[in-house]
């Protein structure tokens, strides 16, 4: 099938040589052949059917806010979720466990599970994430994490097969999920919450937000870039390492958070790679510690 076919079968928005550096928190990515931002689940299949066929790449995008795309942007197609539009639906299922659709944003689940009065995502205020990319990357603070809400996951295989998957089968750790060794499409997921108040809710929600006033929210960022090692903080081995500052092009290592790449005006992805080069050498020669990335490397 060509290209062409492909994309007049589309139901959701296809956008050609679409900059990417639109679609990430941190403001960086060349552009894409083609941007899909799906209307529905069958949107995805058809391209990730089409793709199998052997024919072109693609890639999953939710709200781009873990992920660092180069700066000759993507040769293949871009499926974008979150966008206010397709597979964003919320369905309780019964009194403690909704299912909800990859799109959804997380700010938006932890606002109707308030309503509800049901507890377990709050730890995740202030999270710029939608829940597709927040089970891909097992997304977590303050001692808590998605992967321990999730009961099972509805996933789209590459040759557009629909698999379910039990808490049983899919293995979380800290940032990681078996969904990062596929190249599935994380569609639904069922989430199991506890009983509490809205009041309760929002107290807690409060705390953690309050937690996390020391991020460095003034500049486009894509988060933590790299993983805390056992024991000990990626963000306090960077600053003793004397990277705090450190500046390369438009990228700069965060005053506030040294665990933070943020974009101070015209950074490319060539920059954040650089800094990134540099942490990782600074901090193995001072402390012997290997940094692995957190955010996701799409050069
Ligand atoms: C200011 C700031 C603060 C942050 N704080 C935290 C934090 O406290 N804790 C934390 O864990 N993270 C944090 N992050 C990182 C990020 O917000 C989370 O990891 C978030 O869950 C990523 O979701 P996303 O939709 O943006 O995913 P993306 O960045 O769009 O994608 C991440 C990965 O998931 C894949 N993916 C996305 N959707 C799907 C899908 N439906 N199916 C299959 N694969 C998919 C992508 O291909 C990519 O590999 C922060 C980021 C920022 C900018």
Known sequence: MKIERLLSKIKGIV????RLSNHTSIGIGGPADYLIIPEDVDDVRRVMTFSTEGEINFLFLGQGSNVLIGDDGFRG???KFSE???LQSVCFLDSFRMEVQAGTPLKRLINVSQERGLSGLEFAIGIPGSLGGAIWTNAGANSHA????VERVTVIKEDGEIKELSDKEIEFSYRYSTFQDKKWFIWKAVL???PSTPSEIAKKVRIFWEKRKKQPFSYPSAGCVFKNPPG???GRLI???GCKGLV???AKVSESHANFIVNIGGAKAKDVLQLMEIIRERVKEKFGIELEPEIAIYT
């Open 84 to 86: 206010g539009r397709g």
């Open 77 to 79: 197609i871009v499926l």
């Open 232 to 234: 000990d903080f990626a």
């Open 146 to 149: 998605i992967g321990s809400i």
């Open 239 to 241: 600053e003793q390492a």
């Open 15 to 18: 956008l050609r040589n679409e």
């Open 248 to 250: 390369i092009g438009g």
């Open 192 to 194: 199991r919450l506890e």
